[in-house]
């Protein structure tokens, strides 16, 4: 196990290296910059000392090693549109608001997907399961922003129920979480359903019905045991994604998270910004799959994790 856990920080650090380097050269193939004249009139004069003040007058080798050495020291910079605060500082305000939506979102999200699949498996070929088929259809073909656009027209315009957006109580959170839960809802519930369809046609569930046991039984004891392993697997690596906000979600329902001002970032090219929560986000990746791993071998004893398997 500990050689596992150390291979596996090993092949982190690796992989955050490779996706920072394919990230600032992408970052900076892109037209434009953070300081053009048509996004800010500047004077000559002026715009020297700004690139020199954030080192954008070097060259880009020196940039990206300099980008490095400050990152290992956990130091990103300062954000080109927010100067007066460092980009762990700024992620340390915008990202509550996205972890609480996605807190929320899992809460909400990984019950109902379980109780979903379960129940469209033991139901298989009834109108509950084709009830939550099209339901699993529907969550993972729609995007969140025509949900979202739709629920706010609707719901929020028209019925004056819940408000537009904002992040200020309660009632604001019914939307934003709703919408970002469909989508996680669906993928839950049709791995489950599939893994409980495979349980279910297993050779020692079969016998323990022959034993005359009951459906709770046979669910709870033989069912669930087995078919949620799996499901286990397919959860922890969703969870990154929520934890750092929906891009989508956040910008149409004025959520100040870090979902928001990332897509902010990207338009604004706010070069420090963009390395900072792209390379939370893969490490956020890399440590829930580790995670996982672990938790996988605590439920199922036939797994053993050895070396880098």
């Known amino acids: ?7 596996r920080i090993i092949g982190l650090i690796i992989t955050m290296l490779v996706v920072s380097l394919f990230t600032f050269l992408a970052m900076h193939a892109a037209p434009g910059g953070p300081y053009d004249q048509e996004k800010m009139p500047l004077s000559p004069e002026q715009k020297l000392h700004i690139l020199q003040r954030f080192g954008l007058d070097k060259p880009l080798w020196q940039q990206y090693a300099l980008f490095v050495w400050n990152a290992s020291h956990l130091d990103f910079g300062y954000p080109y549109w927010s100067p007066s605060e460092t980009v762990i500082q700024f992620i340390g305000r915008t990202w509550p608001y996205s972890l609480q939506l996605g807190g929320l979102t899992f809460i909400v999200a990984v019950p109902i997907g379980l109780a979903l699949g379960v129940l469209a ?42 408000p537009t957006g904002g992040w200020a109580g309660p009632r604001n959170m019914i939307l934003p979480v709703f919408v970002n839960s469909l989508g996680v809802i669906a993928l839950i519930a049709r791995y489950t359903r599939t893994s409980v369809l495979e349980v279910l046609s297993a050779d020692y569930v079969r016998t323990a019905y022959s034993k005359g046991l009951k459906t709770r039984q046979v669910l709870t004891r033989h069912v669930l045991r087995n078919a949620l392993i799996p499901v286990v697997a397919s959860i922890g690596p969703i969870f990154p994604g929520l934890a750092t906000g929906s891009v989508f979600v956040e910008s149409i329902f004025r959520i100040p998270g870090l979902g928001n001002f990332f897509a902010l970032s990207i338009t604004r090219l706010d070069y420090p910004l963009i390395m900072g929560t792209v390379l939370l986000f893969t490490f956020l990746v890399g440590f829930f799959n580790v995670l996982t791993d672990i938790f996988y071998t605590l439920i199922d004893p036939r797994v053993r994790l050895k070396g880098g398997r």
Do not use: Q
């Not at 196990?1 to 291979?7: K, L, T």
């Not at 084709?130 to 969550?139: E, P, S, W, Y």
């Open 121 to 162: 498996a033991f139901r298989r070929g009834s109108w509950v399961d084709n009830l939550v088929t099209i339901t699993i259809i529907a969550g993972i073909s729609i995007p969140s922003f025509i949900l979202a656009t739709m629920l706010i027209l609707f719901v929020a315009v028209s019925l004056k129920l819940l």
């Open 1 to 7: 196990m500990g050689r596992y856990i150390v291979n």
